[in-house]
């Protein structure tokens, strides 16, 4: 049985047969400061880092596709017969978000390794075959390749969610959580500016794709030799460790089920104003990081070889504040400052409402300002870090039993503005070189991020949902409060 004690945590009991077998153990020793928790956490970064390289790098490849200038190799195959580029960067979303919310439950009930592998495994090797694709089967195939690769990764955030219910304790959730959660952005910054150089040179834009594939089928064989579902199933870990996580997280072992309470998940009113904030910050940032090479090409005239450092700063600066952020939050959370909620709350309102304010500003800047126009997106894009701290990992706050499950549907809906962002260009800009036609498109995005986070301030909480356990658990069998356990130093 488990129980929910001070700000809406769950802690831990043991059964009598498992508090027997807790009593021969040594729980002398201390929790190590760098433990496997974090070697784990280190491989999953590794896999969003990659799978967003895989996942965004088409943004800036695909001017480089279509445009015979950008290479300074003529051997390098172009294609600027293509008319469908905005449908081209959209197909990836159509597959991504069809397998989310089956991802989570399954993630939730198997565990996630083997679905990351087999799934990473497919989109390494599609990632691989683009070039060629390309060559043989046109626009078309590239869209139905770019499809099932999306199919391949709606696994990972799903996945991700259950690791960190699993292994990461509350008292490091913001900082693990967040930094895990940033690579997503390391990603975009490595992938805008290694694609953009690459594409710039005599390799040309497949040696991009290539990179990334191998790269992806790498981690595949790292994960299944090293990764582990939970601290349970590791070998080698420490039982100080595996218990102070335990005692965190409020479950034993992956062994522990609960039944997913589907009708209470889907009329809870904080899951919804959460999802708000999913949707809305999706929106916005994949409306800016599918357009910004383009933006700054045809509107602010930007090299694309050699301003694509310029291009990808506000992803670098994103990366190095949102260490920031994490850590004042758990600052807040952990000397009881603050509550959860409100700590949240605080968090997700500077990560929305921030870039919101400076794509209005963005909208008025005139193609003679560029300076204005990088500032602009480098403050509201790293201000946008703090949405880490807020909804991102407001699932486990809500329910660390199902946050898998309800981070499948979160993202399953929310990532269908992947889709709608760049079609929504497509329809609002016929002509790349006017700012007035960009105007509409920040505006809004401006309008998507500012609404959402307002929703996401009324409605959003921090607390554990009474449906978190099952509602039987408490008369299964007679339990013992495990005793505690020494912080890591």
Known sequence: MNKTGENGRVEVEYTKVEQQKLE????????????????????????ILIAFGIKVSISVAIVAMMDPTVSSSPSVPTYPQWDNKNVIMSAFFWGYIVPQPFAGWAADKWGPKRFLVGGMAVCSTLCVLVPATAAYFGSVGLMASRVIQGLSQGFIFPSTHHFLSQWVPVEERSRLGS???????FGTVLAMLVTGFISGSTYGWPAVFYLYGSL??????????????????????????????EKSLGHTDEKLTHKT????????????????????DLFGFWTLLSQIPSYMKYVMNFNLKEDSFLMSLPYISFTL?????????????SRKILPIGITRKIFNSIGLITPGVMLILLSYTKPDQPLRAVTLLVIGVTFNAATLCGWSI???DLSPNHAGTMMGLTSGISNISGIIAPLVVQFLVDDER????????????????????????????????????????????????????????
Request: proline share 5%.
């Open 24 to 47: 021969t153990i040594d729980n002398k020793g201390k929790v190590p400061t760098i433990g496997v928790r974090h070697w784990q956490t280190l491989i999953f970064f590794a896999l």
């Open 179 to 185: 930094s895990l959660y940033a690579s997503a952005l």
């Open 216 to 245: 992806g089928v790498g981690w595949c064989i790292i994960m299944a030799i090293f990764g582990y579902n939970s601290p349970s199933l590791h070998p080698t870990i420490s039982q100080a460790e595996k218990l102070y996580i």
């Open 261 to 280: 309470p589907w009708k209470s998940i889907a009329t809870s009113v904080p899951l919804w104003a959460l999802l708000s904030s999913h949707v809305g």
């Open 321 to 333: 504040i949102s260490g920031l952020f994490n850590f004042t939050s758990d600052f807040l959370i």
């Open 394 to 396: 407001n699932h486990m």
């Open 434 to 489: 006017d700012p007035l036609q960009w105007r509409s498109v920040f505006l809004l995005a401006s309008g998507v991020y500012i609404g959402a986070a307002c929703i996401f301030m009324v409605f959003g909480s921090g607390e554990v949902q009474p449906w978190n356990q099952d509602s039987d658990d408490e008369n299964e069998m007679e339990s013992v409060e495990i005793t505690a356990i020494s912080k890591p130093e």
